[in-house]
């Protein structure tokens, strides 16, 4: 009786350790950020308020394979940025570009998509035919992003910034702003949403690439990432939710 007793404190020390160290198969959660106003990468889903899109499968899928559970945290683009920064998050996923200056802040992982940005105006608007028509007019792009910084490089264009692409769409459509720079696969969506209000001009101008951005402390887990990545890549996951995410939804 008393050794049994012994061997019943025992497992539930065990049990209230384990579950202390962070709870199932004593898999650990990491806390990853993102903006959820960027689809088809994240976004929130009206019905059931959760964070949904490409790069969540991505994320969940990582931590599938490489041992880890996804808590997804929905900040803004810029908090985001800064949170990786201070490693208030141990990673961040929103469709990042991998950029030099933000690599002096943070770690990236392998690229897992190409993209680049595009010049969106009204479907009515006939003198701006791309970004070297854009001197004198007033650009919108989401406050943090490599769209805004392209804005800035263009001479005689006038930055307008907003927390998020939705309200740089919404003021072009309503004729507040000339045009709008933002990553392509975004920008195709609003299109696709309102072909007889929007359209895109000129080419696709730069040639990004989208990574995980990891706090700079956790190497680490930066490792992990890739390798569980490159067997992604391998196995055809990582080509399925391309199909999922952004050819069905074009
Ligand atoms: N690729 C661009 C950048 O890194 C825009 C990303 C915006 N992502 C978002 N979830 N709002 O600056």
């Given amino acids: 009786m008393k050794r049994l007793s012994i061997v019943v404190v025992a497992l539930l020390v065990v ?3 384990l579950s202390a160290c962070g709870g199932s198969a004593g898999a650990a959660k990491i806390k990853v950020a993102t903006d959820a ?14 964070v949904v ?5 991505l994320i969940k899928a990582i931590g599938a394979k490489a041992g880890f559970e996804v808590e997804i945290i ?7 940025l800064a949170g990786v ?5 141990e990673a961040g996923i929103a469709g990042i570009t991998i950029t030099d200056e933000r690599k002096q802040q943070m770690l ?3 690229p897992y998509f190409a993209a680049g940005q595009l010049v969106i105006v009204r479907k009515d608007n006939s003198d701006i035919v791309g970004r070297e028509s854009l001197s004198g007019k007033t650009v919108g792009s989401q406050i943090g992003t490599t769209g805004a910084i392209e804005v800035g490089k263009i001479a005689g264009a006038k930055l307008k ?3 998020e692409f939705n309200q740089a769409f919404q003021d072009l459509m309503n004729g507040q702003i000339d045009a709008v720079i933002a990553d392509n696969v975004l920008s195709l969506g609003y299109i696709g949403k309102s072909p007889d209000k929007l359209k895109a001009v000129g ?3 730069t040639g990004e690439d989208y990574g995980i951005a990891v706090c700079n402390k956790n190497a680490e887990l930066q490792t992990r990432i890739n390798k569980a990545l490159a067997d992604i890549k391998a196995d055809g996951t990582l080509d399925k939710l391309v199909q999922k995410w952004i050819v069905a939804a074009q």
């Fill in 15 to 17: 049990g209230v350790l």
């Fill in 37 to 50: 106003t960027f689809p088809p990468f994240e976004t929130v889903d009206e019905a059931t308020k959760q």
């Fill in 53 to 57: 899109g490409f790069d969540v499968d």
């Fill in 74 to 80: 929905n900040s803004g683009f810029d908090s985001m």
């Fill in 85 to 89: 920064g201070s490693c208030q998050y």
């Fill in 108 to 110: 990236f992982s392998d």
């Fill in 161 to 163: 910034t907003y927390d």
């Fill in 203 to 205: 080419d696709v101008f």
